[in-house]
């Protein structure tokens, strides 16, 4: 199995609590023979690189430097993002089974490479902008549960980490729950479980 | 029908959304193209009971719905808009199996769009530079407009090619986004005479009638009222130039510096000498050109200039100030007349001249109408863009994403 995971933050790029965990599942996922891409941004240690771990990381810089709020950073990036991601189908002759976007961010780059490419994604959700700025009523936070609606509507799969946030999903963006797994990355599963769901993902799209 | 070539072209504005030159110049060059065997789909936005596809003379137009994500400020709308564009831009290149050539960018705000899709489809990119944001502004002063021009100058880096509409536009292009000499191709804008033929000037007294007495000159302006525009400029010639001749002012176009000058004519006491007709149709457009006795395009800062054009293809004489565009089209005293820019005193110099002389007036006007006929003309303009597209290939076909 080969995937890329999309995350805004992946060391040494540390902003929260996301970035390690990007790096654990990567490194997990390596040791469990999934060939596994990051695609992640950072301001100056651009382009493709092979860490110890056997993980490949594929850094973009925004290619427009001044903005005016997060979502105009956010969506400009998301081109390079597709770029890197673009690179990487290519390079391994299309053979790559799904995409894993962490959080919001980069769910542009992952709807347009679905459409594009029939290449399915699996959103996976660390917070909502609910939770973020409640009660996320201005015109940057509603725009920004679009782009995570847009995440839930046009994904293969939810991946969350507590029912709570499972049934937040569901009240709030309506999500049937038959489309989210919840998996602790406390329990001693935690891999399996997610190798799982990348299965019964990757499996509708090899099997064409 | 198997076609030799086919483009996919990007435009925030198309028939009938129209909001400045961008839609009647993707309009006609798309069914120009089509017209010479080129394949062309447009993605646009959408516009309020207009179908989301339909094939206008062989041009497939889709429109996508720009306002699906709530967005805080203009800046940040376009680029969420980009985001649906490219998705559905994406879903319609999958469906026809990736038979796209080329993709061709009209301006910043499909920037996005249309640079993902090259890498993802890795087809080369081709954009046009109608303006800038430097040029429009006069200097970058704030974060929104320092934003715009670096997305310019991203989607310039990102293109094979850069066109422009004039060679004034294709030094300026260079200068702001230090680009190469190479990647530069000067085609001009095109303007579609068909729509003036037929109409004579006796048969619109009765609508003459409407704007202006018959004794008063018509001067008529078209455009944004916008500072780069130069509006106010025109709005200052107005007592000079009532001076010397009874004319009747009509300003077509909207734009925030419309109470402005609302408030400058009133406190010249003109309000009834000035009139403001916003926003009007196209078929009233055609017919205020033609009435028009001098149509003025007084712009301080101007890629172009097709309102000029129009003007030209009405047989209105037209005097434009000596800057950008405009001053490659207009050959003084010869197709018009020029003028200082930002100089009121010299405008209504220009426009006493053509309006107190009919002799020179006929003569600049019917110049000018086979100036634009000859060098204008939409079919021509197809094929150089064409050559253009086909030059590219040919590099394209000998890199390692052909």
């Given at each position: 199995?080969?995937?890329?995971?999309?995350?805004?933050?992946?060391?040494?790029?540390?902003?929260?609590?996301?970035?390690?965990?990007?790096?654990?599942?990567?490194?997990?996922?390596?040791?469990?023979?999934?060939?596994?891409?990051?695609?992640?941004?950072?301001?100056?240690?651009t382009?493709?690189?092979?860490?110890?771990?056997?993980?490949?990381?594929?850094?973009?810089?925004?290619p427009v430097?001044?903005?005016?709020?997060?979502?105009?950073?956010?969506?400009?990036?998301?081109?390079?993002?597709?770029?890197?991601?673009?690179?990487?189908?290519?390079?391994?002759?299309?053979?790559?089974?799904?995409?894993?976007v962490?959080?919001?961010?980069?769910?542009?780059?992952?709807?347009?490479?679905?459409?594009?490419?029939?290449?399915?994604?699996?959103?996976?959700?660390?917070?909502?902008?609910?939770?973020?700025?409640?009660?996320?009523?201005?015109?940057?936070?509603?725009?920004?549960?679009?782009?995570?609606?847009?995440?839930?509507y046009?994904?293969?799969?939810?991946?969350?980490?507590?029912?709570w946030?499972?049934?937040?999903?569901?009240?709030?963006?309506?999500?049937?729950?038959?489309?989210?797994?919840?998996?602790?990355?406390?329990?001693?599963?935690?891999?399996?479980?997610?190798?799982?769901?990348?299965?019964?993902?990757?499996?509708?799209?090899?099997?064409? | 029908?198997?076609?030799?070539?086919s483009?996919?072209?990007?435009?925030?504005?198309?028939?009938?959304?129209?909001?400045?030159g961008?839609?009647?110049?993707?309009?006609?060059?798309?069914?120009s193209?089509?017209?010479?065997?080129?394949?062309?789909?447009?993605?646009?936005?959408?516009?309020?009971?207009?179908?989301?596809?339909?094939?206008?003379d062989?041009?497939?137009?889709?429109?996508?719905?720009?306002?699906?994500?709530?967005?805080?400020?203009?800046?940040?709308?376009?680029?969420?808009?980009?985001?649906?564009?490219?998705?559905?831009?994406?879903?319609?290149?999958?469906?026809?199996?990736?038979?796209?050539?080329?993709?061709?960018?009209?301006?910043w705000?499909?920037?996005?769009?249309?640079?993902?899709?090259?890498?993802?489809?890795?087809?080369?990119?081709?954009?046009?530079?109608?303006?800038?944001?430097?040029?429009?502004?006069?200097?970058?002063?704030?974060?929104?407009?320092?934003?715009?021009?670096?997305?310019?100058?991203?989607?310039?880096?990102?293109?094979?090619?850069?066109?422009?509409?004039?060679?004034?536009m294709?030094?300026?292009?260079?200068?702001?986004?230090?680009?190469?000499?190479?990647?530069?191709?000067?085609?001009?804008?095109?303007?579609n005479?068909?729509?003036?033929?037929?109409?004579?000037?006796?048969?619109l007294?009765?609508?003459?009638?409407?704007?202006?007495?018959?004794?008063?000159k018509?001067?008529?302006?078209?455009?944004?009222?916008?500072?780069?525009?130069?509006?106010?400029?025109?709005?200052?010639?107005?007592?000079?130039?009532?001076?010397?001749?009874?004319?009747?002012?009509?300003?077509?176009?909207?734009?925030?510096?419309?109470?402005?000058?609302?408030?400058?004519?009133?406190?010249?006491?003109?309000?009834?000498?000035?009139?403001?007709?916003?926003?009007?149709?196209?078929?009233?457009?055609?017919?205020?050109?033609?009435?028009?006795?001098?149509?003025?395009?007084?712009?301080?800062?101007?890629?172009?200039?097709?309102?000029?054009?129009?003007?030209?293809?009405?047989?209105?004489?037209?005097?434009?100030?000596?800057?950008?565009?405009?001053?490659?089209?207009?050959?003084?005293?010869v197709?018009?007349?020029?003028?200082?820019?930002?100089?009121?005193?010299?405008?209504?110099?220009?426009?006493?001249?053509?309006?107190?002389?009919?002799?020179?007036?006929?003569?600049?006007?019917?110049n000018?109408?086979?100036?634009?006929?000859?060098?204008?003309?939409?079919?021509?303009?197809?094929?150089?863009?064409?050559?253009?597209?086909?030059?590219?290939?040919?590099?394209?076909?000998?890199?390692?994403?052909?």
């Amino acid at each position: 199995m080969r995937i890329i995971l999309f995350s805004w933050e992946y060391p040494p790029r540390v902003v929260g609590k996301l970035a390690d965990y990007v790096h654990l599942l990567a490194t997990e996922l390596v040791k469990n023979r999934v060939d596994t891409y990051v695609v992640t941004y950072h301001d100056f240690l651009t382009g493709a690189v092979e860490e110890p771990n056997g993980v490949k990381i594929f850094r973009v810089a925004n290619p427009v430097r001044t903005h005016v709020g997060i979502l105009t950073w956010v969506l400009t990036l998301n081109q390079e993002v597709e770029r890197a991601a673009a690179s990487i189908f290519y390079q391994v002759s299309k053979r790559v089974d799904l995409v894993d976007v962490h959080d919001w961010h980069f769910i542009p780059a992952a709807v347009t490479l679905k459409n594009a490419f029939g290449l399915p994604f699996v959103y996976s959700v660390e917070s909502l902008e609910d939770h973020r700025s409640p009660p996320a009523n201005t015109p940057y936070s509603m725009s920004i549960k679009s782009i995570e609606w847009l995440g839930f509507y046009e994904a293969q799969h939810v991946c969350v980490k507590s029912e709570w946030m499972r049934d937040e999903i569901v009240r709030i963006h309506n999500v049937p729950s038959a489309k989210i797994t919840v998996v602790k990355p406390t329990t001693n599963s935690w891999l399996d479980n997610i190798l799982f769901m990348y299965k019964s993902v990757a499996g509708g799209a090899s099997s064409k | 029908m198997r076609h030799e070539l086919s483009v996919m072209m990007f435009s925030w504005e198309f028939p009938p959304r129209v909001i400045g030159g961008i839609s009647p110049h993707v309009y006609f060059l798309s069914k120009s193209l089509a017209k010479n065997g080129v394949k062309v789909y447009v993605i646009t936005c959408d516009f309020p009971d207009t179908p989301t596809h339909e094939v206008i003379d062989g041009v497939e137009v889709y429109r996508v719905d720009s306002y699906k994500n709530p967005a805080p400020d203009f800046a940040t709308w376009v680029y969420l808009m980009n985001l649906n564009m490219q998705r559905e831009a994406a879903i319609i290149v999958n469906k026809i199996a990736d038979k796209i050539d080329v993709f061709h960018a009209h301006d910043w705000l499909v920037a996005n769009a249309c640079i993902g899709l090259k890498h993802i489809f890795r087809k080369p990119l081709l954009a046009t530079m109608h303006s800038t944001e430097i040029g429009r502004r006069d200097g970058l002063h704030t974060p929104t407009e320092r934003m715009i021009h670096e997305t310019e100058a991203w989607l310039t880096y990102e293109a094979w090619r850069v066109i422009c509409c004039s060679h004034y536009m294709v030094s300026h292009v260079k200068w702001a986004f230090g680009l190469p000499e190479d990647k530069l191709s000067m085609v001009p804008n095109g303007v579609n005479t068909n729509v003036y033929e037929g109409i004579s000037k006796g048969s619109l007294r009765e609508f003459r009638a409407k704007f202006a007495l018959p004794e008063e000159k018509i001067v008529l302006y078209v455009g944004r009222l916008v500072y780069e525009k130069g509006i106010h400029v025109l709005i200052n010639a107005a007592p000079r130039i009532l001076e010397n001749v009874n004319a009747k002012f009509l300003i077509v176009g909207n734009g925030y510096m419309k109470d402005q000058l609302l408030n400058i004519a009133r406190s010249m006491r003109l309000e009834h000498k000035i009139l403001f007709l916003g926003f009007v149709d196209e078929a009233t457009l055609v017919k205020l050109q033609k009435c028009a006795d001098v149509s003025v395009v007084p712009s301080l800062f101007e890629p172009f200039g097709i309102v000029a054009l129009e003007a030209m293809a009405a047989k209105s004489p037209v005097v434009v100030s000596d800057t950008g565009g405009l001053s490659e089209i207009i050959e003084h005293d010869v197709t018009g007349v020029k003028v200082y820019p930002n100089n009121p005193e010299s405008l209504a110099w220009g426009v006493t001249k053509v309006l107190l002389d009919e002799n020179y007036s006929r003569y600049i006007s019917e110049n000018a109408y086979k100036k634009v006929r000859e060098k204008f003309d939409w079919n021509r303009i197809a094929e150089q863009t064409m050559q253009i597209y086909k030059a590219v290939l040919g590099e394209y076909s000998k890199s390692f994403w052909a």
